[in-house]
């Protein structure tokens, strides 16, 4: 990776006017790249965080009318910028979309895009019910993108719980992985910064997770407390519950003194971590 990368991770408190939704964003993102964000994330379903019988009718195609508009900001600013998520087309499955995130160069290309592996069904009685997999199609694929900036991995939300998905990039050569997200109040308060900690621990790596904040639709709370954690498990930068940019600065030098100085990931026993028995899974009903 580079010697020394401006990240930001840029907190929304999205909801169901996708307009102002993508104005929030685009105003958060310039606020960013005007401190000198060279790397910037915004979080899960950015644009849109409605009711979710509108998923299908709320779905795009990337890139469409969101990315190209987040296509021209980073040229504008000549920044790499993920667009956290938002609603995918799938042709074949109309009212179940892919929950996709875009990596932008500065150029404004697409550099990578990741389909969302893992659906967050939870049931918490009294408190909160919900099945992504009644709404969404899962992704098939891993995916590390090699950059100028460094290796960065994608991810999102509910699949930091999984963690042979983040050891599957880190064979991959991952660097810097990103994990947005609309964490709930119920799951986030005990989980969220415990479970990235955990993956960049356990991967050696840097992490950029730009959260969902607020009161949403269907009884949804997001937890906020957007995070960037460094290779030791350190916050480097944090969010209370407000929308936000936070920023803060990640090297070469601290990713290669962490690995050094604890060799794991050359230390390991158990061999490669394979795409068939995910792929196997992922094609259940």
């Given at each position: 990776m580079l010697d020394c990368i401006t990240v930001a991770a840029i907190q929304m408190d999205s909801q169901a006017d996708k307009t102002e939704n993508i104005y929030s964003a685009l105003r958060l993102v310039e606020q960013a790249a005007d401190r000198g964000a060279q790397l910037i994330g915004l979080p899960e379903v950015f644009n849109f965080l409605g009711p979710g019988k509108l998923a299908g009718e709320m779905a795009e195609e990337i890139p469409g009318p969101t990315v190209e508009q987040f296509q021209t900001a980073a040229r504008r600013y000549s920044i790499h910028l993920l667009a956290g998520s938002i609603l995918e087309i799938n042709p074949e499955a109309p009212?179940?979309?892919?929950?996709?995130?875009?990596?932008?160069?500065?150029?404004?290309?697409?550099?990578?895009?990741?389909?969302?592996?893992?659906?967050?069904?939870?049931?918490?009685?009294?408190?909160?019910?919900?099945?992504?997999?009644?709404?969404?199609?899962?992704?098939?694929?891993?995916?590390?993108?090699?950059?100028?900036?460094?290796?960065?991995?994608?991810?999102?939300?509910?699949?930091?719980?999984?963690?042979?998905?983040?050891?599957?990039?880190?064979?991959?050569?991952?660097?810097?992985?990103?994990?947005?997200?609309?964490?709930?109040?119920?799951?986030?308060?005990?989980?969220?910064?415990?479970?990235?900690?955990?993956?960049?621990?356990?991967?050696?790596?840097?992490?950029?997770?730009?959260?969902?904040?607020?009161k949403k639709i269907e009884g949804l709370v997001c937890y906020g407390r957007s995070v960037i954690i460094n290779p030791w498990g350190t916050v480097l930068a944090q969010a209370d519950d407000a929308e936000v940019a936070i920023l803060t600065e990640i090297t070469n030098d601290g990713l290669q003194s962490v690995r050094g100085k604890l060799p794991c990931l050359e230390r390991r026993r158990i061999g490669e971590v394979t795409h068939d028995v995910d792929r196997d899974y992922f094609r259940q009903p």
């Amino acid at each position: 990776m580079l010697d020394c990368i401006t990240v930001a991770a840029i907190q929304m408190d999205s909801q169901a006017d996708k307009t102002e939704n993508i104005y929030s964003a685009l105003r958060l993102v310039e606020q960013a790249a005007d401190r000198g964000a060279q790397l910037i994330g915004l979080p899960e379903v950015f644009n849109f965080l409605g009711p979710g019988k509108l998923a299908g009718e709320m779905a795009e195609e990337i890139p469409g009318p969101t990315v190209e508009q987040f296509q021209t900001a980073a040229r504008r600013y000549s920044i790499h910028l993920l667009a956290g998520s938002i609603l995918e087309i799938n042709p074949e499955a109309p009212t179940r979309p892919f929950n996709t995130s875009c990596l932008i160069g500065p150029d404004g290309d697409i550099l990578a895009k990741y389909r969302k592996m893992h659906l967050f069904d939870v049931d918490l009685p009294g408190e909160f019910v919900y099945r992504e997999s009644d709404e969404r199609t899962p992704g098939m694929d891993a995916v590390v993108a090699a950059t100028s900036m460094g290796n960065i991995g994608l991810s999102i939300c509910y699949d930091v719980r999984f963690p042979e998905l983040y050891r599957r990039m880190s064979e991959q050569g991952l660097e810097i992985l990103f994990v947005p997200a609309a964490f709930t109040m119920q799951t986030g308060r005990d989980h969220w910064h415990v479970l990235l900690r955990a993956r960049a621990i356990e991967n050696q790596v840097y992490v950029i997770a730009p959260a969902q904040t607020g009161k949403k639709i269907e009884g949804l709370v997001c937890y906020g407390r957007s995070v960037i954690i460094n290779p030791w498990g350190t916050v480097l930068a944090q969010a209370d519950d407000a929308e936000v940019a936070i920023l803060t600065e990640i090297t070469n030098d601290g990713l290669q003194s962490v690995r050094g100085k604890l060799p794991c990931l050359e230390r390991r026993r158990i061999g490669e971590v394979t795409h068939d028995v995910d792929r196997d899974y992922f094609r259940q009903p």
